[in-house]
């Protein structure tokens, strides 16, 4: 009779276990990795990203210069060690993101958001930052420097000073 009993709680513990999985894939969101891409080593000269969303996705060590990222949402996407070279960046939202080592020289930043990102060891030389947001951006010293030297305008969407974001002086 104990071997029933037990037989039985066995079953039922399965089946319980079973439907409490199912329950909880079911419940997680179907596009959760959808949009999530890799174009990380990519030869990617001039191509045209702009408007799209591309959350979480990655570009690290990938050639991106001349391309456009105009308006696009790169939110907590990987840009280590990428190059952008007159890359249009034109209010990209690069927030929560890792552009780290990245070569920015001569992109267009005009109003993009570089909020809480990554960017220690990137290179600046000659970019268009007028209307970006970089609070609490995560930098070198001599960058900040540099980019306060550049620095004016107002970001649209947050309404927040790009000399104040970047704490200068």
Known sequence: MSF???SIFTVFAVMAFTVMAIALLLALPLNAQADSLSF????????????????????????MEGANFENADVRGAVFSASILRNA???????????????????????????VE??????????????????????MDGAQRKWLCSKAKGTNPKTGVDTRESLECN
């Open 4 to 6: 029933l009993r037990s």
């Open 40 to 63: 990380s080593h990519a030869q990617l000269k001039g191509r045209d990203f702009s408007g799209q969303s591309l959350f979480g996705s990655g570009f690290a060590n990938a050639n």
């Open 88 to 114: 249009n960046l034109r209010g990209t939202d690069f927030s929560s993101g890792l552009l780290d080592q990245a070569d920015f020289a001569k992109a267009d930043l005009s109003n993009a958001l570089l």
């Open 117 to 138: 990102t990554i960017l220690l060891r990137s290179t600046f030389d000659f970019v268009n930052i007028d209307g970006a947001d970089f609070t609490d951006a995560i």
